[in-house]
């Protein structure tokens, strides 16, 4: 696992108000909100006109989720100016992050087909084209201002393709909003900024205009086309407000990600060679960034009426502060949350928002970062960020991000040109695919190995030893299996799968569910964990960590390396495939079953290893522990190699899969019923049929499916909602919900 630590603590100045805008949280807003976290994590302030500010993820989740007690329209907050956000700023109204539902319904409606997860991934090849672009015009050099050259450019040129603005106009309209997030309010920029948001503003009405007397094929044309509820066509000033609203949110909040994302990696040098090594690590990691480095600080709502958070009283019109990065750093949800992992699974972090505002764009911002950062790791390796040159903004208490990231790296060639050299395509991860079990068999007591092969017989991806699989479950739960096979075998994939009874409910389920015959959804392979070169292998296992090294020990006879095997389990009929590794490694392997041998004498194992050895293990988190506790012992630290797959999932409902039944779902909408299967997901059943559906983690745990229950009795299985919440049964995350009474009505 890499770790890399950020700002360190700081201490409140017990005479100053809480001020997220304030010199000292400007310099360390993790440690600021920690020392108020610490000491007192609700609480009224002065600052600003006076507001009671959270700090915990907890207390931020309810006041963002909570639109009937809190709300985020400017008439609630009484006067002129943005309400979202504290102090309150200038700015035209904007649809639909400023109005409450039902208001905001119609919006959210009108604009969440043109970003879901299936329409952002027909725009992959046009965000990789201006990546590669706009990479172009500066890796000749030797030198580049990220901010100015890369990060600011390319989410412009991105988002404004999309909508349909000519190319000529792109820096003119993107240039403004930067500027209002990076300058000090009321200076000379941003005044320019403000100047730069009426020009907008005048360009998106005639852009209105334009596509709705001839439509083009992009985003505008197809806002101007669509209608209310009622029919009627939405008026132009809404549009306004909506289109200004997508160009905000899909430029400046994707640059200040990437551009803190870039300084991280410079500063990390190994986490930047782990992604280059492994780029398949960035899809998990992109939510670790986001979590550390989310662009949006904070946001704001207004109470509409007398109420109390985390033991705090809040008096009807009072303003109450909600800051993501403090959410995102509260260690009762992110252990440790200070240091950068990544492998975490941080998928519950706040950066996108939560509830009805959860941001729409979402799926596009992951998919704008990630392309750049796969671009510059894989055509600027070796970039430095030249930390004199660097300008943050001049307050992160709302937004954060660079104004400038100078950086030097060797100079490389044009796409065209490497094109011509044979220089390899860009590396980038693979999506789902669904696969069907082959074979099903007793490994071990409680262990299954399970076959995996394509329906029609086609040869899988390769894989190398160290190699998991990410499954994704009927019910929603992800979970990760090393392949324990033949990398060779390109017919089939094997893992084995130890049932845990006590566990999260993930083993409990495949065993349920994993049957010749059977489909599940895989991701991968991916490997954060390679076998690499070495003058001899030391391999140790314990139980069902035998999986990924028992793929290692058949490489490592093919290499002809020196290598020995240590593998202890409970018992041995609880010992998976050790016939099969006795086979393969003979004398090289011990097995020490714990009830006949004891425990491994780690310290003379790893004691007795040279320098050019290669420590790789793999088991229960006490033994990896321990081995770490004795590599550091022996100053072998550098030479081991673990796999940890991060829990992440501790939030998950505890369900037996084997309960599921088969119920009708009908679309409140359309009258359209739907039938849900007993060994299917809601959701997959729902988005065949409903365009735009809104979703993100898949979990139950973002919030960004929660529909309404009009009828019926739903079954939760989220780890978001109330106890009350469930209890009233008026909403449910169709994610991982189901229905515990014959038929669900959903506002769908």
């Not at 093919?558 to 495939?577: D, E, I, L, N, W």
């Amino acid at each position: 696992m890499t770790e890399s630590r950020i700002a360190g603590p700081s201490d409140p100045q017990s005479a100053a108000p809480f001020d997220h805008h304030s010199a000292e949280c400007n310099a360390d807003p993790v440690g600021y909100y920690r020392a108020y976290r610490d000491k007192c994590p609700v609480g009224r302030t002065d600052a600003h006109g006076g507001f009671v500010y959270t700090t915990r993820y907890a207390d931020v989740v309810r006041v963002a989720r909570d639109d009937d007690t809190f709300s985020s329209a400017r008439a609630t907050a009484g006067g002129d100016g943005t309400a979202i956000v504290i102090p309150r700023g200038p700015g035209l109204e904007q649809y639909p992050i400023e109005l409450d539902p039902p208001a905001a319904g119609d919006y959210r409606d009108l604009i969440n087909p043109l970003l879901t997860q299936d329409a952002v991934a027909k725009l992959a090849p046009m965000i990789a084209r201006h990546t590669t672009r706009i990479i172009d015009d500066f890796v000749t050099e030797g030198s580049v201002d990220f901010v100015r050259d890369l990060t600011n450019p390319l989410p412009a040129a991105v988002t404004l393709d999309w909508l349909g603005f000519p190319e000529a106009e792109w820096p003119k309209l993107a240039k403004p909003i930067h500027d209002i997030f990076a300058a000090l309010p009321g200076s000379e920029r941003a005044k320019r900024g403000g100047q730069g948001l009426a020009y907008m503003d005048e360009r998106i009405r005639e852009l209105i205009h334009a596509r709705r007397a001839e439509p083009a094929d992009d985003a505008v044309s197809y806002l101007v086309a669509q209608r209310r509820p009622d029919g009627e066509l939405f008026g132009v000033d809404e549009l306004v407000s909506v289109i200004g609203l997508l160009i905000a949110g899909g430029v400046d909040t994707t640059t200040s990600l990437t551009g803190s994302t870039l300084v991280h990696l410079s500063r990390n040098p190994e986490q930047r060679q782990r992604l280059i090594e492994s780029p398949d690590l960035l899809d998990g990691a992109t939510e670790e960034f986001l979590r550390v480095f989310a662009p949006s600080q904070s946001m704001a709502r207004t109470a509409r009426a007398d109420a109390e958070v985390g033991g705090c009283p809040v008096s009807a019109g009072e303003r109450i502060l909600i800051p993501w990065v403090a959410a995102n750093h509260d260690p009762a949800v992110f252990p440790e949350p200070e240091q950068v992992r990544l492998d975490r699974d941080a998928t519950r972090h706040l950066s996108f928002g939560i509830g009805s505002h959860r941001c729409a764009g979402a799926h596009l911002a992951r998919l704008m970062f990630r392309e750049m950062i796969t671009q510059v790791l894989t055509r600027l390796p070796d970039y430095q960020v030249v930390e004199d040159g660097l300008v943050g903004y001049p307050t992160k208490g709302n937004q954060t991000g660079w104004d400038a990231i100078p950086a030097v790296f060797t100079p490389g060639r044009r796409a065209a040109d490497a094109a011509a050299g044979g220089a390899p395509a860009l590396t980038r991860p693979g999506g789902d695919r669904e696969l069907v079990v082959e074979a099903v068999t007793r490994a071990a007591d409680e262990v299954l190995e399970v076959r995996l092969a394509a329906a029609d017989g086609a040869p899988l991806p390769a894989w190398a030893p160290g190699a998991h699989l990410e499954v994704r479950l009927p019910s929603g739960r992800v979970r990760q299996y090393s392949l324990c096979g033949d990398p060779a075998d390109v017919g089939g994939y094997r893992i084995g799968v130890l049932r845990e009874a006590a566990g999260r409910g993930g083993s409990v389920e495949l065993h349920t569910v994993a049957a010749a015959g059977a489909t599940l959804t895989v991701r991968g392979p991916r490997n954060h964990f390679p076998l690499v070169n070495a003058d001899e292998y030391l391999f140790l296992a314990g139980g069902i960590g035998i999986t990924p090294i028992l793929a290692m020990v058949r490489e490592a006879g093919r290499r002809g390396t020196p290598y020995r095997v240590v593998y202890g389990g409970r018992s041995r009929a609880s010992m998976a495939f050790a016939d099969e590794l006795a086979a393969l490694a003979g004398d090289r392997a011990v097995l020490l079953p714990q009830d006949e041998a004891g425990l491994p004498d780690l310290a003379g194992l790893i004691g007795g290893v040279g320098d050019g050895t290669a420590v790789y293990c793999c088991g229960p988190g006490a033994m990896i522990n321990a081995v770490e506790r004795v590599c550091a012992d022996a100053g072998r630290t550098g030479q081991l190699h673990v796999e940890r797959f991060a829990a992440g999932d501790d939030l998950e409902v505890a369900f037996d899969p084997a309960a599921n039944t088969e119920f009708d779902v009908q679309l409140a909408r359309t009258g359209v019923t739907l039938r849900v299967p007993k060994d299917k997901r809601m959701i997959e059943v729902l988005r065949e049929a409903v365009p735009g559906l809104t979703y993100d983690c898949e979990k139950g745990y973002c919030g960004a499916c929660e529909t309404r229950v009009l009828a019926g009795t739903p079954e939760h299985r989220d780890s978001l909602l109330t106890e009350d919440e469930r209890a009233a049964g008026r909403s449910m995350m169709i994610c991982v919900g189901r229905c515990s009474s014959d038929r669900l009505v959903l506002d769908l």
